[in-house]
């Protein structure tokens, strides 16, 4: 498998603005204005978080249609790790949607899956989203701020795949995604754990370290008393 991450330009943000502002003017002139915030917030995040030109090339009508479909993935979350595919009317290519509160290393593990594929697969766009859910459902979404719940949204394209059968790497990402959400939900103990020797360290210096890799400089795995 050949992974793919482009490089972005000026230009890369002149389009971003003119579908931001094009997918607007669609929204308002939309007969319902139920969605509308949530699917801006999404179209924000989606292109500022995009690593292709894939999301530019398409027309706002295309780009608004993958978002409605994105949105109804996201709607509602009833485990750990959501995948899904996507196939979109005349794209020769396959997609799996992917969808888990945020953690370190999401992309890495799911990279490390994606580069045992013979396909040659591109990480379209990986955005962190504050959301607000209740048992679940989706009551709001924006792009990421201090308030609510991060969770990762990450788009893989299978580049000139159509209809891929991708049970075994659903299978894969689900497995491998499962244990980063593991060594998520202990990382505030370990760093409480961590932050336990600036408590007892000898000097400034030793403090200062400390501090340091509390910073996000470290990310402590498991540790011995």
Request: proline share 2%; aromatic share 6%; glycine share 4%.
């Amino acid at each position: 498998m050949e992974l793919v991450i482009e490089e972005r330009g000026k230009s890369f943000g002149k389009v971003h603005h003119a579908r931001i502002a094009e997918i607007h003017r669609h929204l308002k002139s939309a007969s319902s204005q139920e969605d509308a915030e949530s699917l801006l917030a999404l179209a924000d995040a989606l292109l500022t978080y995009s690593h292709s030109h894939a999301l530019l090339k398409l027309t706002s009508k295309e780009l608004l249609g993958w978002l409605e479909a994105f949105l109804d993935f996201l709607r509602h979350r009833d485990e750990e790790v959501m995948i899904s595919t996507f196939q979109p009317e005349n794209s020769s290519s396959s997609f799996l949607l992917v969808n888990t509160p945020d953690v370190p290393y999401l992309v890495d593990s799911l990279k490390n899956i994606l580069q045992q594929l013979p396909q040659r697969a591109m990480v379209i766009s990986h955005p962190v989203l504050t959301v607000h859910r209740s048992n679940g459902r989706l009551e709001s979404l924006a792009k990421k701020t201090d308030s609510g719940t991060r969770e990762s949204f990450m788009l893989v394209q299978f580049e000139g795949v159509r209809d891929l059968d991708t049970a075994g790497i659903e299978e894969d990402i689900r497995r491998v995604l499962l244990v980063a959400q593991t060594v998520g939900r202990q990382r505030k103990e370990l760093e409480e754990k961590l932050g336990n020797l600036a408590q007892i360290a000898e000097n400034q210096e030793q403090k200062d370290f400390v501090e340091w890799l509390l910073e996000g400089n470290f990310i402590c795995f498991g540790y011995a008393a």
